[in-house]
């Protein structure tokens, strides 16, 4: 939970311009603790999923699916240390979690969503071959955001197509 905490902490300033939980933080221990075991119910009873990625005991980031983007698909969500930036994780993260999402056999489509101000974000899928589906009006999540999520999909017969020598 301590490195947690501390990975947060140092990428506070960069993570609040595009991230709406970065409002709640610092989290008190409890809250924390609470937070942790909130991840693990949902991981077991099948709904959310959040990852920790590490170099080592040093934090590289943290991913995840997200379960509200419709039936047969999965969304990822990812954000990388301040000190890990630009080394092409968010993009091996994001490729992994692909792949983990289409080795569901109920796994049909992968989404990634961003602001359209978000490039470095939006840099991601585009490196993975995902299709741009379009944009759209939402809301303000997050300081820095101007409401307007670009969405990016990928399916399932695409990706085994592209990685077959990666992965097969
Ligand atoms: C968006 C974010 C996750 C990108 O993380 P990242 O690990 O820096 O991204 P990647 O390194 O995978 O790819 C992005 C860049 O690294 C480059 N890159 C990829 N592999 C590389 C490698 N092996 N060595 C050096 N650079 C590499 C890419 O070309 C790309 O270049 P760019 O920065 O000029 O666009 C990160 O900026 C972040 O945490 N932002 C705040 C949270 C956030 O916005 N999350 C997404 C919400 S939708």
Redesign the pocket.
Known sequence: MGILREAVQE?ID??R???SWIEFEPLSDPDREALIRQWEEDWIAGREVVFGAFLGDQVV?GCGFHDRAGPNTLEI????HVD?????????MAHILTSAAFAVPSIERVE????KA????G??PE?LGFNLDGESQVKTHAPATIGIDVAWSMSKRRWQSINTTLDG
Do not use: C, F, K
């Open positions: 990428s960069h993570l311009p595009w991230m980031g969500g990812y954000w990388v890990h930036l630009r080394q092409g994780y968010a993009t091996e990634i969503h961003h602001d978000n490039t470095r974000s840099a991601v490196a």
